[in-house]
């Protein structure tokens, strides 16, 4: 009997030694549907947020409209989007059940920016509200001190509901 007991012990410390390495990546995205964009980020047209929780980071990705002077030739040619990547810092449910997840990168103390995107997954929202609630709501704030000021831009989006869009299983 004892035997059964220690294998049954040791199998199940090595499955849990070996689960991370075999656990599927969880990554959920929404496409924006309303864009409230700071005019400093430019003519912002389409918009995605995605979020892996298995890296535990937050992606924003924002299409920038080509801006061209009227009767001036201009290239036919989409700017680069503007891509931020920050990690995860924080995840709470509130009491109405709205996930909240902050993703912050500050980088002021080396001459960066200060970046910080909030989502807020209203998919399971239980409160009742007087107004419209987006299924994902985005903030999007930057912060920068250099030689020619301080600049702050705050954008707000709401998104689709966030969707499963990989449960792969990783090989590392």
Known sequence: MKPTYF???????TLSAIQPSLAADHI????????DTDPQLG???YG??????????????????MECPLNQYCPQYLPEAL??????????????ETKIYTAI???RPSDGAYQAIEVRDNS?????????????????????????????????????PLHL????????
Do not use: W
């Open 165 to 172: 869009i990989n449960m792969r299983e990783r090989t590392r």
């Open 43 to 45: 003519n912002v047209i």
């Open 124 to 160: 399971k929202n239980t409160c009742e509200t007087f107004r419209y609630q987006a299924p994902t709501e985005l903030h999007y704030e930057t912060h920068v001190v250099s030689r020619s000021g301080e600049h702050r831009t705050f954008s707000s989006f709401e998104a689709e």
């Open 28 to 35: 959920y995205s929404a496409t924006l549907t309303r864009l």
């Open 48 to 65: 995605e947020v995605t979020l892996n929780q298995t890296r535990k980071e937050i992606k924003l990705v924002l299409q920038t409209r």
């Open 83 to 96: 891509q931020v990547t920050l990690p995860v810092v924080s995840e709470v449910t509130d009491a109405c």
């Open 105 to 107: 990168r500050d980088a």
């Open 7 to 13: 294998l049954s012990a040791f199998l199940a410390l």
